[in-house]
């Protein structure tokens, strides 16, 4: 059975940084991608940044690029997302996400969709201040 539990939210100022961990329970943890995706009260669950399986390959939201980084520790079975530069729109409750192999073989396999990922974590709120 596959769980993800995240780490890492709070409270922070804008302009503060966090850094979200997801600890991975998968014995092949380096067959998933990993993503982050977020939810703010009353919108839906949007991508925020995905790492591929293999390869390692990194996406971005358009409105996280150059300020969030994703990565992924194969031996910890964890995924992080460093995020710099927050501001109070980042506010949300994040998730962290897996998506198994067998959606792709492909190297640089992601989804910016929450329906391409089987396995969620229940979520680590990030509140920015002004």
């Known amino acids: 059975q596959v769980q993800l539990v995240e780490s890492g939210g709070g409270l922070v100022q804008a302009g503060g940084s966090l850094r979200l961990s997801c600890a991975a329970s998968?014995?092949?943890?380096?067959?998933?991608?990993m993503g982050w995706f977020r939810q703010a009260p009353g919108k839906e669950r949007e991508f925020v940044a995905a790492?591929?399986?293999?390869?390692?390959?990194?996406y971005y939201a358009d409105t996280v690029k150059g300020r969030f980084t994703i990565s992924r520790d194969n031996a910890k079975n964890t995924v992080y997302l460093q995020m710099n530069s927050l501001k109070p729109e980042d506010t949300a409750v994040y998730y962290c996400?897996?998506?198994?192999?067998?959606?792709?073989?492909?190297?640089?396999?992601?989804?910016?969709?929450?329906?391409?990922?089987?396995?969620w974590g229940q979520g680590t709120q990030v509140t920015v201040s002004s």
């Open positions: 996400a897996a998506r198994p192999r067998y959606y792709s073989d492909s190297p640089g396999d992601y989804s910016d969709s929450p329906g391409g990922y089987d396995y």
């Open positions: 998968i014995r092949t943890f380096g067959s998933y991608t």
């Open positions: 790492i591929s399986w293999i390869r390692g390959d990194t």
